[in-house]
């Protein structure tokens, strides 16, 4: 069963940065076998799309906003994609989640959430002063 567990989120001030952790958990193939997606989900607004990075390191940015502060990376080794996010803003204020596209090793060309599945537990990430 394959199974993503997020972590790395926490209480941040304007400007700051965070690094999130997507790493694979449960019985089945982990990390390194899947293009991985970050999406997160503000309170009151739907889910939406980040960034996704393929097997290989090809990366698609869904989110202008937050192009040029937020960068995806993977290290197939420790099992983990990485969400390097810098200069943060209070509108970064989201439950930030992974999951892998349903094509599996593909990431989609459109953010859309239907497109995903095997949602991790989500991580909390609040930017205040």
């Known amino acids: 069963q394959v199974q993503f567990v997020e972590s790395g989120g926490g209480l941040v001030q304007p400007g700051e940065s965070l690094r999130l952790s997507c790493t694979g958990s449960g019985s089945g193939v982990g990390v390194p076998y899947y293009a991985i997606g970050w999406f997160r989900q503000a309170p009151g607004k739907e889910r939406e799309g980040v960034s996704c990075?393929?097997?290989?390191?090809?990366?698609?940015n869904y989110a202008e906003s937050m192009k040029g502060r937020f960068t995806i990376s993977r290290d197939n080794a420790k099992n983990t994609v990485y969400l390097q996010m810098n200069s943060l803003e209070p509108e970064d204020t989201a439950v930030y989640y992974c999951a892998t596209p349903k094509e599996a090793y593909y990431c989609p060309g459109s953010g859309s959430q239907s497109e995903f599945h095997y949602w991790g537990q989500g991580t909390q990430v609040t930017v205040s002063s």
């Open positions: 990075i393929q097997r290989g390191g090809a990366i698609v």
